[in-house]
């Protein structure tokens, strides 16, 4: 793309109250006020009919697979409303969630119950009970809708083995093992499940996309930070390296929200990364909410230093949004707060931008997109906040014309 | 005599309180129920406990958010904030305390570590806290200036905190010091210094009361500081079997070994024969003559069944211990 600071999505948006309602019951006129409603915000120009069809159908998988395309569409075209260039798949509507998602499509994993994450808030952990294999295609089903109604340029964000692989349990591969230290048993397992995973699920689908026509995947991996060790980071390498093998398309990696050395550890490592065109990090959530390019008011982009240091010379996805409660300060030029959510101004995107340009050195490597999905922000927030970051690559723009 | 068998921190909630908990989320629950459900989810692990003979009871610290969290709120000069960290290499997360005036005791409710209504008749309650070495390794420090200042105040401060929970009927203290054996969040590993540094706040804490603390070590390698450990005025040291390489400790010790024989980070149940052999080559490795057995660390990263399970193992893998000797 020659447009410098190109902006783009970055997974998940918030799923609308008829999107999730409609996939467990019937739906009312009432239950789709909501959707009229947003249908003239995004110019849904066909919604009554669409609205009509989702009403009179009876059959739950119709007016399932009904459901999943209208939200789609939405996703895409509120990405659009906000001036977004990239709209991935329009929110990941057609998902549960990152992980779940794509265990249930897996042979040999079943979902053995939740556990804690934080608060209360739980995630439900699948074990490999056999060997894995795929069962059915994962997102492929999801593409070919995104493909039919969006009107810019896609990426399908998919979930990444490793992180499959460490937020599962070994189960079936642990009872394999017979090295009589328990350490060596869990590692030994982890990477014979890992590498399942590449080639049984991961892989397949990678084939896949790219027969329906996907050119750029965005590889999801929240986890790879987790253990900064040498022998984790080299199998995550391993598995990064075998999973894009052979296949001709964009690819980038997406990780946040690491520990406190996980960029250091990540940077070192991803100039190892075959054909990773791409990083898309975290970085608002830890910066100031002041204007400025010094590096006081821009601390939170100090790491991308470590990534130019360590040689990676792809692409940076900039998270120049925070997506997550916000309570901290924010000066009156930089944004303001409304209920929990932080509105960063346009300014503030435009100099989070201009100071990572002056630590990458080209401004042609720079993409400005949120932190992470969105999915916890209303619609309405996320629109306000997505045509800041549209507003705000513009007036990094300007300032190389 | 059978090895005791001990909780070593969080038990995981059950599905049915972790859907009440999301339902109070979205204030479609009131609190009410959700204590309702708590206090009945207690009474059946205590019943647990008992059934499968342990000898100090545990409450699983099932209300706790996280791990540190109500030490953070028991202290003055430590704010929570709202940043969350990871938990060492789980996919869990705490609440950062972020350290902004001078620490000491604050107001102290035990109701905040203990059920305690629940607790009460019961002889021999233990409880598991962080040590002062771990908390103070994973708050942010905003105050101090030298962290050795930050690390004595904490211990001080615990201190006064572990005084109200004896007062309230705690007779076992488990302090976890993982950090100790794990430092993932940090570039260089500690060094013998601040190993020493960690010990000695360690040993400020229980000074009083050595026999009833038990120091646990878990998700990194013990042997490396074994001796070191050994060397505490406690009653016990706990370690990881499933990251310590057991095959270099060689150290004599009258202490209790807790052996940390089940993994809470793998759903897979161990066998309790797998379990009672491994701790019958330790023991004689180490001439040891007080056991217990445990998990490695909280139990909250499996789910409920899977970590009842695990203690079912252990209750077995005692008594296979004890058949044996």
């Not at chain 1, 119709?62 to 075209?77: N, Q, V």
């Not at chain 2, 016990?236 to 980070?265: C, Q």
Request: a negative charge; aromatic letters at 10%; one cysteine or more.
């Amino acid at each position: 793309m020659s447009k410098l600071f190109p902006v783009q999505e970055i997974g998940s948006l918030a799923k609308p109250k008829w999107r999730t309602k409609g996939l467990r019951q019937p739906l009312s006129a009432q239950d789709l006020s909501e959707a009229e409603e947003w249908a003239e915000k995004l110019g849904i120009e066909d919604f009554h009919d669409r609205a009509k069809n989702i009403l009179k159908t009876i059959d739950d998988k119709t007016r399932t697979k009904e459901i999943l395309e209208l939200s789609t569409l939405y996703g895409l075209r509120l990405f659009e409303t906000a001036d977004v260039d990239n709209e991935g798949v329009g929110g990941e509507q057609q998902r549960v969630e990152m992980y779940e998602h794509v265990i249930k499509a897996v042979h040999g994993m079943n979902l053995l119950g939740h556990v804690h994450s934080f608060d209360y808030k739980y995630f439900n952990k699948g074990v490999a009970e056999s060997k894995v294999s795929r069962k059915r295609p994962i997102y492929a089903p999801e593409f070919l809708d995104v493909k039919r109604y969006a009107h810019r340029a896609v990426k399908v964000p998919i979930t990444g083995p490793y992180t499959l692989v460490d937020w599962s349990f070994s189960g079936y591969y642990i009872k394999k093992q017979h090295d009589s230290s328990p350490k060596a048993r869990k590692n030994e397992a982890k990477r014979e499940f890992l590498l399942d995973i590449v080639e049984q699920v991961v892989r397949p689908e990678i084939r896949d996309l790219i027969s329906a026509g996907a050119s750029w995947i965005q590889i999801d991996e929240p986890a790879v930070t987790t253990h900064p060790e040498p022998q984790e980071m080299e199998l995550f390498v391993e598995a990064w390296n075998e999973t894009v093998r052979g296949f001709s398309c964009k690819f980038s990696d997406h990780t946040c929200y690491p520990s406190e050395i996980g960029y250091k550890v990540l940077a070192e490592y991803a100039p190892k990364l075959d054909k990773c065109d791409q990083l898309a990090l975290e970085f608002a959530n830890r910066d100031t909410s002041r204007l400025g390019v010094d590096g006081s008011s821009r601390e939170g982009y100090t790491d991308l230093k470590h990534f130019v240091d360590a040689g990676f010379t792809g692409e940076f996805g900039l998270g120049v949004a925070h997506v997550h409660d916000f309570t901290g300060s924010v000066s009156s030029d930089a944004g303001h707060v409304v209920g929990r959510d932080l509105i960063e101004s346009p300014e503030l995107v435009r100099d989070r931008l201009l100071f990572a340009t002056n630590i990458v050195g080209d401004p042609a490597k720079i993409w400005a997109n949120p932190d992470c999905g969105l999915r916890t922000r209303t619609w309405d927030i996320s629109l306000t906040k997505l045509a800041n970051v549209a507003k705000g690559a513009e007036l990094a723009r300007e300032t190389y014309s | 005599m059978s090895p005791e068998i001990q909780l070593a921190g969080i038990h995981p909630r059950s599905e049915k309180l972790i859907e009440l908990t999301r339902s109070y989320e979205r204030a479609k629950t009131s609190w009410g129920q959700v204590e309702f459900q708590l206090e009945q989810e207690t009474r059946e692990l205590i019943k647990l406990q008992k059934s499968l003979g342990f000898g100090y009871l545990s409450d699983g610290a099932l209300a706790w958010q996280d791990q540190l969290r109500p030490i953070t709120r028991s202290l003055k000069g430590v704010e929570s904030g709202t940043r969350y960290s990871r938990w060492f290499d789980t996919n869990t997360f705490y609440q950062k305390p972020i350290v902004v005036g001078e620490i000491s005791a604050g107001e102290i409710d035990p109701k905040n570590f203990l059920q305690t209504k629940l607790l009460a008749g019961e002889k021999n309650w233990k409880i598991t806290l962080p040590g002062p070495y771990t908390f103070s390794q994973l708050s942010e420090n905003k105050y101090y200036e030298k962290y050795p200042d930050l690390l004595v105040d904490v211990a001080v401060a615990e201190r006064e905190i572990i005084k109200k929970l004896r007062n309230e009927g705690v007779s076992l203290l488990q302090l976890s010091e993982p950090c100790l054996v794990y430092q993932p969040y940090r570039e260089t590993f500690r060094d013998e210094s601040e190993v020493e540094l960690a010990l000695k706040a360690i040993r400020s804490v229980v000074e009083n009361n050595p026999g009833q603390f038990v120091i646990q070590t878990y998700f990194g390698d013990a042997s490396r500081i074994f001796s070191e450990l050994l060397d505490l005025p406690v009653r016990g040291i706990g370690i990881d079997l499933f990251e310590t390489d057991v095959s270099s400790l060689s150290e004599r010790t009258s202490k209790t070994l807790v052996l940390g024989a089940v993994d809470s980070r793998e759903s897979y149940v161990e066998s309790p024969q797998w379990i009672a052999d491994t701790a019958r080559k330790l023991s004689e490795q180490v001439d040891v003559q007080d056991l217990v057995f445990a998990s490695n660390s909280d139990l909250k990263f499996v789910p409920q069944g899977v970590a009842n399970q695990k203690l079912e193992a252990l209750s077995k893998a005692s008594e296979l211990f004890k058949g044996s000797r």
